[in-house]
């Protein structure tokens, strides 16, 4: 069953992971939404975080879980980015790369059945 995440990026600039081998590059509402999509299609994005890990086996292979049907539209509102994602991705999943992606500065607005 598929989820739909409102989510804000409320000052985009810092809207980067700790490490910049995994967070976004983009400067629009377009590019956010793209690379957020593409994270969530395929495990690119889980396989280079896998890679970097002390004990690359040891990391819970749940975590590579893809959606090649997820959406993510983005929209810029003044100095803010909305976004929302529409994926089958189990929540922490979904969650952790996000986390990979914009680091802290992301807010979950609303959690609604798709």
Do not use: C
Not at 19 to 26: E, K
Not at 41 to 64: C, E
Request: proline residues 4%; negative net charge; hydrophobic residues 45%.
């Amino acid at each position: 069953m598929a989820t739909r995440y409102y989510l804000s990026l409320p000052n985009p600039e810092k809207a980067r992971g700790s490490d910049a081998a995994f967070a976004f590059t983009s400067h629009g509402a377009d590019g956010f939404a793209s690379e957020l999509q593409a994270a969530l299609r395929s495990d690119a994005l889980f396989q280079r975080w896998r890679a970097a890990q002390a004990d690359p086996d040891g990391v819970d292979a749940s975590f590579g879980a893809t959606d090649p049907a997820a959406t993510v539209t983005g929209q810029q509102d003044h100095l803010h980015i909305d976004l929302i994602a529409t994926t089958s991705i189990p929540g922490s999943v979904f969650k952790h790369r996000l986390r990979l992606l914009a680091g802290s500065a992301w807010e979950l607005r609303d959690v609604t059945a798709a």
